[in-house]
């Protein structure tokens, strides 16, 4: 890489030279022999392809999860991460469904913090409050969280496809909680 003293008239690639500005200079290199038709059909480019068909599914996913927001909570720090957890899940073969609720459970409304004394609560209220508490804890926290995201209400007709998307996930998510709930 070259710097020039003077700027050019026009940047580009020129035979088998390019002229480009970086940091408000012009610079200049030897062009590069790649090409986009050779990265799409040379067999040495297959994981690389691989890995652009896995982000364009998974932007899809975070992008039909990133609509379900209210525009107050959309930004785009949360599209992103929402786009790497669904490339991450997508690599470990996960269905469609399960990424998309997956990712469902990651944006759900932030956790409050514990309070810094726990309330101590008499022996005869947890007595009391006892079966109630083994009922409950019978299935798993994540497959109770999984029961509260599936249980959410998708009102808007914008949001149909992925409506569609979930009905099937959720009978199969039902079905594993009512086995969890009955072994």
Known sequence: MAW???PPEKYGTFGNICVYPM?????????????????????????????????????????????????????????????GQAIKLVKERHTEGGVVVELMITIQLPRRKPRKKPVKQPVQQLQQGQNEK?????????????????????????RRNIHTLLAATRQEYYHSIERIEDG
């Open 4 to 6: 020039l003293n003077s």
């Open 23 to 83: 940091y408000g200079k012009a610079c200049m290199r030897t062009a590069s022999s790649l090409t986009g038709e050779r990265v799409k059909e040379d067999p040495a480019f297959k994981n690389t392809m691989a890995s652009a068909k896995r982000l364009t599914d998974a932007s899809r996913l975070a992008a039909a999860v990133y609509a379900m927001l209210p525009p107050s909570r959309q930004k785009h720090r949360l599209y992103r991460r929402l786009t």
């Open 134 to 158: 083994q009922t409950i804890a019978t299935a798993p926290p994540v497959s109770r969280r999984i029961a509260t995201v599936l249980l959410m209400p998708f009102p808007s007709p914008q």
